[in-house]
């Protein structure tokens, strides 16, 4: 399909009307070098009990295996950055700033569908699918392609202008665009300050990360009804993700802060009381949890990993 009325151009104005921070426009085609290392991950067992990182593997690899009709990747970034800080005290507990707000998903998602919307108004025949983490696509290896910044030794993406405070988004169309031409360098350099940081050393190498020893992957998605004995010495107060390999990031220095309202703090993700946090779950229903962080992040381990990982932090922190 080769469309007379849309172009790169007009699809970026568009993006950038709808709050999108940064979007750059490739091929769809198969990531030959990006799936070679996502199958190594894979074979290494970094994956943890993410069972769906090899179910959904060739789909990541191969974009057509989502949309076959797929020409092109719209790949968007978003950022999150809010200047609130980590209060550090043994009685308070930390929640990854991603999850501070709302649920990133839902507002990305929803400027997505708008973007994918507006596309399909423009010509007759236009196809787009858009995915916000959840969907088979490798959002960093696109959004590397595309120019959006460059992937870190702690493998998000850094970009020179945001830091690495960027959630991001994909997608994919039957239109043939004009793509860009140039992506940015590796400004790492020989830092390890994430590597060295890292209190797990979940950063195995450089671009590396064992998800098993990972502390957000821990306090997320693993669903076990106990932290790892290897992690728990190590949460640092983290109940709900974990943000050190970002915050010693020097290029978080030129992080600006967000124009989106959804994603400032709610007074209570802040600095929770990890006693205070610890009564109110144990007497809460799974109902009221739903009810409580239906538009959060905050949901995904469900109320009883929150608790896990809360019960965890007290008693490594305070002895109880």
Not at 305 to 316: H, P, T
Request: charged share 25%.
């Amino acid at each position: 399909m080769k469309p007379t009325t849309i172009n790169s151009a007009k699809i970026k104005a568009k993006a950038f009307e709808l709050g999108i921070t940064k979007i750059g426009i490739v091929q769809a085609q198969t990531l030959e070098k990006e799936g070679l290392l996502l199958k190594e991950w894979l074979s290494l067992g970094y994956q943890a009990k993410m069972a769906y990182m090899e179910r959904t593997a060739e789909k990541r690899i191969n974009p057509s295996l989502f949309m076959p009709e797929a020409e092109s990747v719209i790949s968007v970034a978003i950022n999150y950055f809010t200047p609130h800080q980590h209060q550090n005290s043994s009685e308070v507990g930390k929640i990854s700033r991603y999850a501070w707000g709302d649920d990133y998903h839902d507002l990305l998602g929803k400027k997505l569908e708008l973007l994918a919307g507006w596309l399909k108004e423009q010509e007759p025949g236009v196809e787009a699918k858009f995915s916000v983490d959840a969907g088979p696509m490798m959002d960093k290896a696109w959004a590397v392609k595309a120019g959006i910044g460059w992937l870190g030794k702690h493998t998000n993406v850094i970009s020179r202008d945001y830091g690495s405070w960027l959630f991001l988004g994909q997608i994919l169309t039957n239109l043939e665009l004009e793509y860009e031409q140039q992506t940015v360098p590796d400004f790492c350099g020989s830092c390890t300050r994430c590597i060295d940081a890292c209190p797990t050393e979940a950063i195995v190498a450089p671009y590396l990360v064992d998800s098993r020893k990972c502390i957000s992957y821990v306090t997320i998605e693993l669903k076990d009804s106990s932290i790892p004995q290897e992690v728990r010495p190590n949460l640092k107060n983290w109940i709900f993700g974990c943000d050190i390999c970002q915050d010693v990031c020097p290029w978080n220095k030129f992080s600006k802060e967000t124009t989106e309202d959804s994603f400032q703090p709610y007074p209570e993700n802040l600095s929770p009381n990890l006693k205070e946090l610890q009564s109110e779950l144990s007497q809460m229903s799974n109902e009221e949890f739903k009810k409580k962080y239906a538009s959060s992040p905050i949901s995904r381990p469900k109320l009883a990993g929150l608790l896990r990982n809360v019960n965890a932090v007290i008693e490594k922190e305070l002895g109880d």
